[in-house]
């Protein structure tokens, strides 16, 4: 699915990464453009909650959950765990996460053992059920090559918002890991790990995304799902430059 969506088509926006529940609390609406284009984007949930209101999306929003590695501290590890692999057997979600490591800021640092242990349950489930994953890594990114050999066996996986160079995507991928590596608003941040991923990287790796409403540029409250248009924008952008 994610090979499909690489491909760069403004009458067909993609949007690797947002969160319905949260936008629709903020009265964030699905995107309509006027020029016909057509949209569709992956959406995560990180609770019961959420997800109730995320699966009551139309189609054209592509369901995931996971057990994020921010809420590590508070997760009630064995409920949220049972309750992903429900949601998998019912054939509810297309991924498993946000999953991964965060090692921001000391707080999640101290978590760091939570993390681990939440993110092999999903791995495994992953491999299990041959879900693709989506990945959340922050100052964690040696995670990714110690977990290299389980991630190759998965049929796709997202890394979202990913913050490495160039170099260390390009070795995930000679690992044999069937990656795609989605950037948004850092892009026009001027990011300059960002800008050099998506002006060196194979362009059917790189999507675009919003992490709406979240990932918010200086003087905005949040991210609009139409913002689509400037990350794709910027990325057609460095394509050709």
């Not at 991964?100 to 939440?118: H, W």
């Not at 990913?162 to 941040?189: H, R, T, V």
Request: charge should be neutral; charged fraction near 25%.
């Amino acid at each position: 699915m994610l090979e499909k969506n690489a491909k760069k088509d403004k009458k067909n926006l993609f949007d690797a990464h947002f969160h319905y529940a949260v936008c629709r609390e903020l009265g964030i609406e699905l995107p309509v453009f006027e020029d016909g284009s057509k949209w569709q984007g992956i959406s995560c949930a990180h609770s019961k909650n959420e997800f109730e209101i995320q699966k009551t999306a139309p189609s054209s929003v592509i369901q995931s959950y996971g057990l994020h590695p921010q809420n590590a501290a508070y997760e009630n590890i064995r409920e949220s765990a049972e309750y992903l692999e429900s949601i998998i057997q019912k054939n509810l979600i297309a991924f498993i996460g946000e999953a991964g490591f965060d090692f921001f800021s000391e707080p999640f640092k101290n978590t760091a053992d939570l993390q681990e242990k939440i993110w092999n349950i999903q791995l495994e489930l992953a491999l299990s059920y041959k879900l693709p994953l989506v990945i959340h890594c922050r100052k964690a990114n040696h995670k990714l090559f110690e977990y290299s050999k389980q991630l190759r066996l998965l049929p796709e996986v997202l890394f979202h918002s990913f913050m490495g160079p160039p170099s260390e995507a390009a070795s995930l991928l000679k690992k044999g890991i069937n990656g795609y590596f989605s950037f948004g608003k850092q892009l026009l941040n001027g990011n300059k790990k960002v800008i050099a991923c998506v002006k060196e990287l194979p362009s059917e790796r790189i999507l675009a995304e919003t992490d709406a409403p979240f990932q918010t540029l200086k003087g905005e409250k949040y991210t609009d799902l139409k913002d689509i248009i400037k990350v794709y924008d910027e990325i057609t952008k460095l394509a050709k430059s």
